[in-house]
């Protein structure tokens, strides 16, 4: 923080060039070069706005139309920039069962000749897990043989929880030629608001992505990347308390997941997530619901009244359970209105649960408007109160054609005449985070 008023206060706003500030490259370069035995230099470096920034380069650059990219299921979501740029994704799943580990030669089975590039993420995202060396090892070798690309996200490289070996594609591929790895400062460092990251690869795939990116972002924040500089060469204590601290979280909720009749633990080994599966065939929205199933009767949110909790998407509410069968576009609505009410006000019980309203546009039918929205909206303030309401962004309403002024213009007209609490402002879906939730 010190360093980054500093920057400003030293004058430091004017662009940067374009692949990153010099210093910053090279203490990139340096870091990794001492962390994992491999010569790299500031050559090897491309600053970006953010890992999704080096990660969009990457897999717009790296594919092609009606060429497949193989990517390990559950995956984060910018594997869809992929299907944007016309690739087709291959999927090779994965399951709670194991851990959520890779099998190697699934994903090697899977190249073909129309295989342009394998996206992997390690630690992932949703999942925490860690491959081990000899799984990167195999399909980084693989790929090298083939020619394909492999595109790896390690963003939570520095989030490892246990004392295991952690395995980057930079020192587990024999050339840096099809390798291109991205990161960032946003999680080891807090930094997530100052949007600061970067692509690792060969000289020569730094050389093509950074005229790629010159055209997108021309350069990052300056004072930012001053800041960076400081992050990365300063005192790391830091980066290992809070890994000690998300290693006791880790901890204690793996211990509540296995005390849980209905849900498959394991032990996440890096980052900040847990996917446990459910038993074939369950709504996770219905068992959420329906918490005596989970917990002995118990609602969640009684058994842990220091963390609070939100209902996103105002409970998957239907928009077509509040209107005529005529006007339902014909397709039954996913609930009845009273068992959504019923869930709904059981949740409003508890002081820790936060409603956010955001999500129910998508099960509107065409023409919609304020007053399909308004049984929903209105009952949620009513039975959670305004200060326990939060609003999001309906992402939704760009897949219908729709745009969020007239998502934001239907929440002014519906709550032009109710009281509104602190947290009534319109975020994005990480509004968990920008409210601090747990």
């Not at 060429?67 to 291959?90: D, N, S």
């Not at 990347?225 to 006791?248: F, I, N």
């Not at 219908?400 to 002014?412: D, I, P, Q, R, S």
């Amino acid at each position: 923080i010190e360093a980054h008023i500093q920057a400003l206060r030293d004058g430091h706003t004017r662009y940067e060039l374009d692949a990153g500030l010099p210093q910053l490259r090279e203490a990139i370069a340096a870091f990794y070069s001492q962390r994992y035995g491999i010569e790299l230099d500031a050559e090897n470096v491309l600053i970006t706005t953010g890992c999704c920034q080096a990660l969009y380069l990457a897999l717009t650059a790296g594919v092609q139309p009606g060429k497949e990219i193989i990517v390990t299921e559950p995956y984060f979501v910018l594997a869809h920039i992929a299907e944007m740029a016309g690739a087709v994704l291959r999927v090779v799943p994965t399951t709670a069962r194991n851990g959520y580990q890779l099998d190697p030669q699934q994903v090697i089975d899977a190249i073909g000749d129309n295989t342009c590039a394998i996206l992997l993420l390690s630690p992932g995202n949703p999942t925490g897990a860690v491959y081990p060396r000899a799984t990167v090892e195999a399909i980084c070798r693989a790929a090298a043989e083939r020619g394909v690309t492999v595109i790896s996200d390690e963003v939570y490289d520095r989030l490892i929880l246990d004392d295991i070996d952690y395995a980057s594609a930079l020192d587990s591929s024999p050339t840096l030629d099809n390798v291109i790895m991205a990161s960032s400062f946003s999680k080891t460092y807090s930094m997530a608001g100052l949007r600061l990251g970067w692509a690792i690869s060969s000289r020569r795939n730094i050389v093509d992505l950074q005229r790629y990116h010159m055209f997108v972002s021309t350069c990052e924040n300056t004072p930012t990347q001053w800041a960076a500089v400081a992050a990365l060469t300063g005192d790391q204590s830091p980066v290992d308390h809070m890994v000690k601290e998300y290693r006791r979280r880790r901890d204690r909720v793996v211990e509540l997941v296995e005390a849980a009749p209905h849900l498959r633990a394991y032990k996440p080994q890096g980052a900040f997530f847990i996917m446990p599966s459910l038993p074939a065939g369950t709504d996770s929205f219905d068992l959420c619901m329906r918490p005596g199933e989970l917990t002995d009767g118990a609602t969640l949110a009684e058994r842990c009244p220091d963390t609070r909790f939100i209902v996103d998407h105002c409970g998957n509410a239907d928009v077509r359970a509040f209107l005529p069968a005529a006007r339902s576009g014909g397709a039954p609505p996913s609930h009845d209105v009273a068992r959504w009410q019923m869930d709904m006000s059981r949740l409003a019980g508890h002081g820790n649960v936060i409603c956010k309203i955001s999500g129910i546009v998508a099960s509107a039918p065409p023409g919609w408007s304020a007053r399909d929205l308004r049984p929903i909206v209105d009952f949620c303030l009513d039975a959670f109160g305004p200060d326990r309401v939060v609003f999001g962004s309906d992402w939704p309403v760009c897949k219908l054609g729709a745009t969020y002024g007239e998502w934001v213009g239907a929440l002014k007209t519906i709550t032009a005449t109710r009281p509104l609490g602190a947290r009534r402002k319109l975020f994005h879906d990480n509004a968990v985070k920008f409210y601090g939730l747990s």
